[in-house]
């Protein structure tokens, strides 16, 4: 059974461009959530998806940022014109059900965007 | 509100004992521990609900004790495979969805 896959694993920018990060959950999860690291901190979290629904996305910046997990294909997290600080590590992670309730979250093993 | 993790890095030599403590300074609901290898995916390691209760498998137990707001990773007997930066993550919300994870202990156990 694989497991949450991310792709690409890598990715460098220039300021401005555009940057496009995708998640294939576990197969049988509906349910995805991206988290941001920096060197040296804590996953903080971004956005909770499910199939075609943003349910909760209050750590997302206002800007530049969106989220989407439709019906058929990966979750895609998109930043637009991307700054510098914009580098990060970015990890997705799935649950089969709400998270609330199993408690437990598979991550992928992240996708780092480094802006020139 | 993140949670403070401490002490923030640990050296220990193979069989040695290691405490991590994660305090939060709002009232939670659960606790939950990872682990992440350098350059990998965190892996969950626990779920801590509120009620005080401690669990463990194989030589890692936890305890949360909700008045203190806080939880402690007990880790006993290390081995090298316990290196790796460990997360607590917390909810102050029952079915809140979001963890607020603290920024982690940095453990190194060495032959």
């Known amino acids: 059974n694989a497991g949450v896959m991310q792709n690409p694993r890598h990715l460098v920018r220039r300021r401005g461009q555009e940057a496009r990060l995708r998640c294939s959950p576990m197969?049988?999860?509906?349910?995805v959530y991206w988290y941001r690291q920096l060197p040296e901190e804590g996953l903080k979290f971004m956005v909770y998806?499910?199939?075609?629904?943003?349910?909760?996305e209050s750590g997302m910046p206002k800007e530049r940022f969106s989220a989407e997990f439709p019906k058929e294909g990966p979750s895609i997290l998109r930043i637009q014109q991307v700054v510098r600080g914009d580098s990060a590590a970015y990890f997705c992670?799935?649950?089969?059900?709400?998270?609330?309730?199993?408690?437990?979250?598979?991550f992928g093993e992240g996708s780092r965007l480094t802006v020139l | 509100q993140q949670p403070v993790q401490s002490p923030q890095a640990v050296i220990l030599r193979e069989g040695e004992d290691a405490v991590i403590n994660c305090s939060s300074s709002?009232?939670?609901?659960?606790v939950h521990w990872y682990r992440q290898k350098h350059g990998e995916a965190p892996v969950f390691l626990m779920i801590?609900?509120?009620?005080?209760e401690q669990k463990g498998h194989d030589k890692i137990s936890a305890s949360f004790n909700e008045k203190k707001q806080q939880s402690s990773l007990y880790l006993t007997a290390s081995q090298l495979s316990y290196s790796g930066t460990y997360f607590c993550?917390?909810?102050?919300?029952?079915?809140?969805?979001?963890?607020?994870f603290g920024k982690g202990m940095k453990l190194t156990v060495n032959p």
């Open positions: 998806l499910q199939k075609e629904n943003i349910i909760d």
């Open positions: 709002k009232a939670l609901y659960s």
């Open positions: 197969k049988g999860h509906s349910h």
């Open positions: 992670a799935s649950s089969p059900v709400s998270r609330a309730n199993t408690g437990e979250l598979f």
């Open positions: 993550g917390t909810e102050t919300q029952g079915g809140s969805e979001k963890l607020v």
């Open positions: 801590l609900l509120k009620g005080g």
